[in-house]
């Protein structure tokens, strides 16, 4: 079941990559409109010394789900700037070079790379021992300048240029790189908006140096912070435009996802009213709630389960000016086996690998619809958020498709006219 996932996006870089990464530097991205969706549209992240990715000894496994996403996002992976560089111009790359060799023995891939986390010995503030500022600060570095900062370009110029021992390099596989992880959080960065800005732009011009057909995405902020963004969006509107995708972060926390959804659409409004109407976007880092990465007690397994499908349906249907999302990363991966929901990403993946929506959902009451081509054929995804009830699709459709437990789920043959139970996992719909 595996190689379904590995084998159908064949492209150096699709989605994310190949609808941001060949635009030019100055100039924001062309539409796109809606894409089609392949694996690399969903991401997964490894805490580091978790069960996947990377540990302090030397230790290593990618992800055994049956689900393959087909990106991988490095933040909180045991390579940010203070692991690989623990003092000034010592540099540490032997959790980077594991990540690399695993990522070449699973390719295609796309990596998102997430800057972050100044090092002790450059920090602005002392950091103080205790907690996530035992090792680093989020103060920012102490030579930064209005012409960005010297240690900070040095960093950035040896990991764009890095290989592993077996050869695989930065610029070969890291196509994607994000600006400084919730940078509006004072946990991970104490300086200003234009604080930010004066440190990545030489350094934005170093990655795009170092690694061809590159993409880079703004800081991405959490909690729906639009204010934020929109000082960092007039930033680049002001002195040069550094982005090539519009990233945030929203977890659903204990919302569902279709008023979850409304937070996202602020987030979108922001991005087009200071026009990057055209910019891709991705929501980079979502799961139930955040720090524990499990769905609230408040919740069935049912609605849980149902609720993780229709958050990644409706970001990838919801049109934020240049069609649906690029990306949704899951963070947390080993969340998805504890949380038994590897057959429903699974099937998920399945059902939505190779189509494209035709716009947002839409909903009568709790009864929201989806539509969409899917390989060739018309399809829509359906549910209700009230539970139960009778639903009559148009008479084009001629069979449906639901999760029913296993790796792919079931497809059920209906008539013309024929009313189908729906309720809060979606079904899918479908046409000759």
């Given at each position: 079941?595996?190689?379904?996932?590995?084998?159908?996006?064949?492209?150096?870089?699709?989605?994310?990559?190949?609808?941001?990464?060949?635009?030019?530097?100055?100039?924001?991205?062309?539409?796109?409109?809606?894409?089609?969706?392949?694996?690399?549209?969903?991401?997964?992240?490894?805490?580091?010394?978790?069960?996947?990715?990377?540990?302090?000894?030397?230790?290593?496994?990618?992800?055994?789900?049956?689900?393959?996403?087909?990106?991988?996002?490095?933040?909180?992976?045991?390579?940010?700037?203070?692991?690989?560089?623990?003092?000034?111009?010592?540099?540490?790359?032997?959790?980077?070079?594991?990540?690399?060799?695993?990522?070449?023995?699973?390719?295609?891939?796309?990596?998102?790379?997430?800057?972050?986390?100044?090092?002790?010995?450059?920090?602005?503030?002392?950091?103080?021992?205790?907690?996530?500022?035992?090792?680093?600060?989020?103060?920012?570095?102490?030579?930064?300048?209005?012409?960005?900062?010297?240690?900070?370009?040095?960093?950035?110029?040896?990991?764009?240029?890095?290989?592993?021992?077996?050869?695989?390099?930065?610029?070969?596989?890291?196509?994607?790189?994000?600006?400084?992880?919730?940078?509006?959080?004072?946990?991970?960065?104490?300086?200003?908006?234009?604080?930010?800005?004066?440190?990545?732009?030489?350094?934005?011009?170093?990655?795009?140096?170092?690694?061809?057909?590159?993409?880079?995405?703004?800081?991405?902020?959490?909690?729906?912070?639009?204010?934020?963004?929109?000082?960092?969006?007039?930033?680049?509107?002001?002195?040069?435009?550094?982005?090539?995708?519009?990233?945030?972060?929203?977890?659903?926390?204990?919302?569902?996802?279709?008023?979850?959804?409304?937070?996202?659409?602020?987030?979108?409004?922001?991005?087009?009213?200071?026009?990057?109407?055209?910019?891709p976007w991705a929501n980079t880092e979502t799961s139930f709630q955040p720090y524990v990465y499990t769905c609230p007690d408040t919740y069935t397994t049912q609605e849980c389960n149902g609720m993780l499908v229709r958050w990644f349906v409706l970001q990838y249907a919801y049109d934020g000016g240049s069609g649906g999302a690029v990306n949704v990363g899951w963070f947390d991966w080993p969340s998805v086996t504890t949380g038994h929901y590897d057959t429903y990403f699974y099937t998920m993946m399945q059902w939505l690998?190779?189509?494209?929506?035709?716009?947002?959902?839409?909903?009568?009451?709790?009864?929201?619809?989806?539509?969409?081509?899917?390989?060739?054929?018309?399809?829509?995804?359906?549910?209700?958020?009230?539970?139960?009830?009778?639903?009559?699709?148009?008479?084009?459709?001629?069979?449906?498709?639901?999760?029913?437990?296993?790796?792919?789920?079931?497809?059920?043959?209906?008539?013309?006219?024929?009313?189908?139970?729906?309720?809060?996992?979606?079904i899918m719909f479908e046409t000759n």
């Amino acid at each position: 079941m595996r190689r379904f996932f590995a084998i159908s996006c064949c492209l150096v870089v699709c989605a994310l990559g190949a609808s941001v990464a060949a635009q030019n530097t100055q100039n924001a991205p062309a539409s796109k409109g809606y894409h089609s969706i392949s694996p690399r549209n969903w991401s997964f992240q490894c805490e580091y010394d978790s069960e996947c990715g990377v540990n302090g000894s030397g230790g290593h496994v990618w992800i055994d789900t049956e689900s393959q996403p087909g990106t991988v996002r490095l933040w909180g992976a045991g390579a940010a700037w203070y692991q690989l560089e623990p003092a000034q111009n010592s540099y540490d790359w032997a959790n980077l070079d594991l990540w690399l060799d695993l990522i070449a023995q699973h390719e295609p891939m796309t990596v998102i790379y997430t800057f972050g986390n100044s090092p002790c010995w450059i920090a602005s503030a002392d950091c103080n021992g205790t907690g996530w500022s035992a090792l680093w600060s989020p103060a920012p570095p102490r030579d930064l300048t209005k012409d960005g900062s010297q240690s900070f370009n040095n960093f950035v110029t040896q990991l764009t240029r890095h290989c592993s021992p077996a050869g695989h390099c930065v610029k070969d596989y890291i196509k994607v790189f994000e600006m400084w992880n919730e940078a509006n959080l004072v946990s991970f960065w104490t300086g200003t908006p234009t604080q930010l800005y004066d440190m990545f732009k030489p350094a934005v011009s170093i990655i795009r140096s170092n690694v061809p057909k590159v993409a880079v995405s703004t800081p991405p902020v959490v909690s729906g912070k639009t204010e934020w963004m929109a000082a960092w969006l007039a930033l680049e509107n002001t002195n040069g435009r550094l982005s090539d995708y519009y990233g945030f972060h929203v977890y659903l926390d204990t919302y569902t996802p279709e008023k979850r959804i409304n937070m996202v659409a602020r987030m979108l409004t922001t991005k087009n009213e200071n026009g990057w109407t055209s910019v891709p976007w991705a929501n980079t880092e979502t799961s139930f709630q955040p720090y524990v990465y499990t769905c609230p007690d408040t919740y069935t397994t049912q609605e849980c389960n149902g609720m993780l499908v229709r958050w990644f349906v409706l970001q990838y249907a919801y049109d934020g000016g240049s069609g649906g999302a690029v990306n949704v990363g899951w963070f947390d991966w080993p969340s998805v086996t504890t949380g038994h929901y590897d057959t429903y990403f699974y099937t998920m993946m399945q059902w939505l690998a190779g189509a494209k929506f035709n716009g947002s959902c839409t909903n009568n009451g709790t009864v929201y619809t989806c539509s969409l081509n899917e390989n060739g054929k018309g399809a829509l995804i359906v549910w209700n958020t009230a539970g139960s009830s009778q639903y009559t699709p148009g008479s084009q459709y001629v069979d449906y498709r639901e999760f029913n437990g296993t790796y792919g789920g079931k497809t059920v043959s209906i008539s013309q006219g024929q009313s189908t139970t729906i309720g809060v996992i979606p079904i899918m719909f479908e046409t000759n």
